[in-house]
């Protein structure tokens, strides 16, 4: 196609209707009666081990909490107290949604409160996609959809577009867009895909999908591939249930992967897998809790970082709670799962640690995580788990 290559690799110090912005599902759950505790007090966890240089890695709640990313409810002023309730958990991102949008004054002052009152590099996320899905679209203005998008507009004329809105975006403090989305899907406008999608055409659906995360990344926001291994072929809303998919992994290839491996080749920093059970790898999880779709995107080259959809939604928190969805999905390959609620962060972050304490989760893996998470802020992930880390990186093209 003629396209350049891309930058080299920045070493950084690191979804509906649509986005993956889950409904939250907790709240129907009852509250155990509380039991008085006959528990024995806990001797104190081991120091931190000590690396091959000397190194001591944070403590392992810091690193935990930095695989989380989660929205802020009803939250339009740092003064909130859910604010302090998050950033004292540690977490590595916040996701910016429609209820903590008032003025784009307001959005900016709330972000730049959210960067000052952490004390580090955080990663400030949205689902800003162009139609019907739309954080800001009251402060930036509205955009046709994908759909529309392409076909009336030449793949330049969008990565402008996207350039556009990446610039106001980034004016924000939005350092992240889980965004654009590459499923293929022919079907009704208003289905779970529908006319998020650019073309039910694998090569017309990454051409577009890549000048859209170009447009992103010239501006200084960093772009998300979603939804990995491809959300196109279902029909049921994720919100709701668990789909599955029969599809084997070769018409994979030859269909739904195409825009992916496209945007893996250019460089994505980010890839954002969906709440789809598949037949190719674990038919009883969702791709954003197997091992098996996470490896996959690995073999694919991707070495950035991958993100779950809102584990949120029904597809998992009918079956998982938050604290469990997190240890299935860090395990399985994530390096951040993402919730809208921040109320859940504690209890994630806990069991994050918890699991790594027991030897259900590998330090070695969380540690990853953390570390590709910490460089997508923009943070030394050596000063978090001893190593440098280096993410994919786009650049503009130049022809």
Known sequence: MGRTAWGAGLVLALVIAGVGIGVVLSASRPMATAVPSTRQPVAAPAPAPVDADGCVPAPLEQRAARALVVGLPGVTASSEPIVA??????VGGVLITDPNVVSSAQ???????LQALAGRPLVVSTGEESGRVSTFSDVVGALPSARALAARSTPAQVEQVARDLGSKLAALGIDLDLAPVVDLD????????????????????????????RGLSSAGVQPTAKHFPGHGRVSDDTHLGLPFVEATVDELRSSDLVPFVELIDAGVPVVMLDHIAYAAFDPDLP???????????????FDGVAI???????????????????VLAVAAGADAVLTT?????????????????SGRLPEARLDEAAGRMAALAGDDPTALVCRAVELPTLATATG
């Open 186 to 213: 022919a079907g009704p406008a208003g289905g779970p895909i529908g006319d998020r999608s650019f073309s039910p055409d694998p090569a017309t659906a990454a051409d577009y999908g890549l000048a859209w995360a």
């Open 341 to 357: 609620d921040g109320t859940q962060a504690l209890g994630m972050r806990d069991a994050l640690v918890d699991a790594v304490r």
């Open 308 to 326: 779950t959809d809102s584990v949120g939604m029904g597809a998992v928190n009918l079956r998982w709670s938050f604290p469990e969805a997190a």
């Open 107 to 113: 959005v900016g002052q709330l972000v730049s409160d």
């Open 85 to 90: 309730e998050v950033l004292d958990v540690g």
């Open 287 to 301: 791709a954003s809790l197997s091992p098996r779709a996470y490896q996959l995107l690995r073999e694919l080259g």
